[in-house]
């Protein structure tokens, strides 16, 4: 994909934790991506793919930042956006995704219900396609893309590999794209 919707986000030492933990540290600032998560990663390849394969809309299921990152790229491509989130979601969050222009629909007291509907609207609604927030393999390779950028800073730094990678895990997805990247890379995962 030329015409990326996320960028290239900063990679930065951490001076308070290098000193803390003893070892430099740096830290890959995905808060600063335009739907302000490292979602739109993943997110916008899948969507990117999907409107290339001809679809008409984008359905996805979210307690926030997966449906934000579809909505921005809905937005950014032109393509009509619904989100379905729990019950639990808090209207601070609804209402960022209704700010990027996406339909959002509340359904049940917990994700899973709410991919429930988001699926059913799929298989009712010709064109449209499904985003999971997730578990996608074109997904994890959006998201396996941080770890070019992190490899090409280090390069240029002319820093080694890094010892270890941290993220937090949920669904799983930045995870298996993360460790896709360190097997590009040639780095290995312990």
Known sequence: MSDLLYIDSPFVNSPVLTRHLGNEV?????????????KI?????KCQRALADGCTAFVSSSGGNA???????GRVLGVPVTVVVPET????????LRDEGATVLVHGAAWDDANDLA???VAETPGAAYV??????IVWQGHSFMIDEIAARCAAQRL??????????????LMVGVLQG?????????
Not at 160 to 173: C, E, L, N, R
Request: proline share 11%; aromatic share 6%.
């Open 41 to 45: 990663r993943g997110i916008s390849v």
């Open 26 to 38: 740096f830290l890959k600032l995905d808060s600063a991506q335009p739907s302000g998560s490292f």
């Open 67 to 73: 449906g934000l990152a579809v909505a921005h790229s």
């Open 182 to 190: 360190m097997h590009r890379a040639g780095w290995k995962a312990s």
């Open 119 to 121: 699926l059913k609207i």
């Open 132 to 137: 999971h927030p997730f578990d996608d393999p």
């Open 160 to 173: 080694p590999p890094p010892s270890a990678v941290v993220m937090s895990v949920g669904g799983g997805g």
């Open 89 to 96: 979601t808090a209207e601070p969050t609804r209402q960022l």
